[in-house]
C-alpha cells in the first residue's frame, strides 16, 4: 500500500514561514490534501492540489497565506506557510486521493473520507 512520509512542523514564531512537504511512496494518486488538528478541534481540510493540473484549493483561514506546490518526478507535494500566527498551531497531516477524482476540489479537500492513504503528521508549533 502506498505510504506518505511528511517533513518540516516545528516550532516558529508568529509572523514566520514554515514549509512542509509530503512525499508519496508510488505514483498511483490522483490529489494530495492537507490537513490539520489543533487540540480540542476537530480535523480541518486546509487545501489540496490536483496531480495531473495542478489545480488548487485553500481554506478561507489559510487563503493567501498558504501555497501548495509539487514535484511529480519526486512524488512529493510542499505547504508553503508563511504570516503564521498562533491559530496555525496543529497538528498537519497530508492525505492521498488513489482513485480518479470525480467531484471539484473545493467539494472533495473540507473531507476528511475524501481522501484513502494518510501521512503520519507533524506538530507545527508557532509562538509569539
Known amino acids: 500500500q502506498m505510504r506518505l512520509v511528511h517533513s518540516g512542523g516545528g516550532a516558529v514564531k508568529t509572523g514566520g514561514s514554515r514549509t512542509l512537504s509530503c512525499t508519496a511512496s508510488e505514483s498511483d494518486y490522483f490529489m494530495i490534501g492537507w490537513f490539520r488538528q489543533a487540540a480540542g478541534k476537530e480535523r480541518e481540510g486546509i487545501a489540496g492540489i490536483n496531480k495531473r493540473d495542478e489545480k488548487t484549493w485553500y481554506s478561507s483561514p489559510v487563503n493567501g497565506r498558504f501555497t501548495l506546490s509539487q514535484d511529480v518526478a519526486r512524488r512529493t507535494v510542499y505547504l508553503h506557510m508563511t504570516d503564521l500566527n498562533l491559530e496555525d498551531t496543529a497538528v498537519y497531516s497530508c492525505?492521498?486521493?488513489?482513485?480518479?477524482?470525480?467531484?471539484?476540489?473545493?467539494?472533495?479537500?473540507?473531507?476528511?473520507?475524501?481522501?484513502?492513504?494518510w501521512g503520519q503528521g507533524a506538530q507545527l508549533t508557532v509562538s509569539s
Open positions: 492525505a492521498a486521493v488513489t482513485v480518479p477524482i470525480v467531484a471539484t476540489l473545493q467539494a472533495m479537500c473540507p473531507l476528511v473520507a475524501t481522501f484513502d492513504i
